[in-house]
């Protein structure tokens, strides 16, 4: 007899999109899913079994809703681990597990991370203030990051030259190397408890040139089959080292000599995976159901070329969100939109994103410029 | 400026599984559903934004519920029409509408419309009691059918010789010539009030000899470009008859001359359509949305080709569902589970579906009778 996945408490810490699109995998699971959020309106609020209004940092809030579940994992790695290592002492299987969700807040030890296991990475310094960042004057130009609590594009900053000095962060972070590169690609891998590790096909990143977001992702990336098998290769190492259970979307650069460079890496659902819940045989969402319930991993591969765009809301709007465009957009064949239930937009709030397939690869770009054209989030 | 999808509450009446799939897709409309349901316990309880507990037959139970909604739907059809056209006229957008509600729901007045409308049927004589149908013995081999109510199999029963006489229903019913045909195909098709059609091609379902279910589904049916056409015009020819706005799935009969027959038609997603979830550029929970709130349809064509295997409870077994052989079957590639979310399972009740994809048509029978070895439902 096989061991019922229904009779199973899933518990997520965040409500937001990731959660969203992740009940609706788990619907066809039957599984029962927690939420807690500290948003009474989180855009899973309708959608789970039971919704917890509260603090994702705070223990006491982390720890009494974690006791409620068999399972306990993340949509967003701001949360209290120290709370989570409580509940794994206990016997709760928190995935993925609490000292890798720590070490990944920190893009310092991340880095250090990288260093000790020989994962290719930019060189770095960690800085501690201000000050340290300014003597470090002869290392730019760089990229100056928090340690913690970046997201988004938040806590991100470039530090082309002595100039940009005055800017840098006042608060642990560090200083990396700006690279030069090709790409950005980015890989998602997957693990269970078993063991069994699998990879997607590698995407390519096109980030939008002021805020700092993807603005269009490509699937396939635009690379050989030797490039994209090193890139996932080196993206299962890191969930291997990292000794991970989960879903782990490693952030890449292609230098412009064909090195690979493990930029940042989050262990949950990414916005560079959204196009597989119509591009791939398995979706990310899926995938990271089943490697923390224990289930074997699904297959991979691409079942037809993809982009995807994120829906942020347009500058200069903030109100109760308006779709535009829709309709129009809704015509063409190939084309997904997933809004987030989010009431309210704001200048650049991810408010939703749009999958577009294609017969072949070539056709993407042209037709996701055309459909960001269309769709507007205003207010 | 586009209408906002957001703004508008959808209500449903029935919260099965066909509107957990609906509402699956509804999340990523942004669209606040509501559902009616009478089973406190419904498979949609959890995912609704409101979840009302009620019967559907009911007068003021439909009434009430639908005037706190903007659009009003159903999953099932067997609901109170009198309160719809009540809505109807107060000005609220009922699809599909309540009066083809109302002559669907009887599979008499179906059959009338038919004649009436010079769409091929197999020969019928409507009947009231059970002495009616005795006497028309020299009408069979034919089946009797209940005029309301029939769901599933139930209503439905083969009067194959004089002997069989005795079981007649004893109500308003009908018997249907058998039609010794060839293949059992499906084609669903849509229609939005701007009068836009779109047909999904033709599926072939394979019922299972005892039950009268649907066992296997297959997609693209083992037909000629020709026989689809002709079947997805007929479909067309139907919803435009009926002048119906929303999704309408159309059984047919493929006799072994060649002809086609409409058998039943239902104004909702139906279990013959299931597999385009995953294996169409639209699914038809989708495509119910799009037909009902005014957006444009999606494009039909099949991606890849597919099979649908319901997952009904073993004979035998009733109590807390256990799904057996999951594993197993997941490791596959293109294989999908869906549970609809039932706590209890009977002998036959309807627990879940899989889609299986094959690259190839020929792979798919196989495949499919394999996963569904595999998969029990059992108690």
């Not at 790695?77 to 509940?87: D, I, K, M, Y």
């Not at 994962?119 to 290392?139: M, Q």
């Not at 200083?175 to 096909?201: Q, T, W």
């Not at 991993?297 to 994120?310: F, R, S």
Request: with cysteine.
């Amino acid at each position: 007899m096989q061991k019922n996945y229904q009779q199973q408490t899933l518990g997520i810490l965040g409500g937001g999109q990731l959660g969203r699109m992740l009940i609706q995998s788990a619907i066809d699971y039957n599984l029962e899913v927690h939420i807690l959020d500290p948003d009474p309106n989180a855009p899973c609020k309708y959608l789970s079994n039971n919704f917890v209004n509260g603090d994702l940092k705070d223990f006491e809030a982390v720890y009494n809703f974690g006791k409620n579940c068999d399972v306990i994992s993340i949509e967003i790695e701001h949360v209290n681990t120290e709370a989570l290592l409580r509940l794994e002492e206990e016997g709760k299987k928190v995935f993925p597990q609490p000292h890798i969700i720590a070490l990944i807040q920190d893009k310092r030890s991340q880095k250090q991370f990288y260093l000790d296991q020989g994962i290719p990475t930019s060189p770095f310094i960690l800085t501690e203030n201000k000050e340290e960042v300014k003597r470090n004057a002869e290392f730019l130009p760089a990229v100056n990051k928090l340690g913690k609590e970046g997201y988004d594009g938040r806590g991100v900053q470039m530090m082309r030259n002595a100039d940009d000095l005055e800017k840098a962060f006042d608060a642990p972070g560090l200083l990396e190397k700006l690279i030069d590169f090709d790409k950005e690609l980015a890989v998602i891998v997957s693990r269970n408890e078993a063991g069994e590790v699998k990879s997607f096909p590698s995407v390519e990143c096109a980030f939008h040139p002021e805020h700092n977001l993807v603005e269009f992702l490509f699937s396939p990336a635009n690379i050989s089959p030797e490039v994209d098998a090193k890139a996932r290769e080196l993206a299962e190492e890191v969930i291997q080292k990292l000794d991970m259970v989960g879903l782990l979307a490693v952030e890449m650069f292609l230098t412009k000599d064909g090195e690979l460079l493990v930029n940042e890496i989050a262990p949950r659902p990414h916005n560079s995976g959204h196009h597989t819940i119509e591009a791939n045989y398995t979706s990310q969402f899926e995938q990271h159901l089943r490697s923390i319930m224990g289930m074997p991993l699904g297959d991979t591969a691409l079942l037809c070329p993809a982009a995807m765009v994120n829906l942020l809301g347009e500058d200069g709007f903030t109100g109760e969100a308006i779709v535009e465009g829709m309709d129009e957009a809704l015509k063409e064949k190939g084309v997904y939109l997933h809004l987030y239930g989010k009431k309210i937009t704001k200048p650049f709030r991810k408010m939703g994103h749009v999958t577009i397939l294609a017969d072949e690869p070539s056709q993407l770009k042209e037709k996701a410029e055309r459909i960001k054209e269309l769709i507007k989030i205003k207010a």
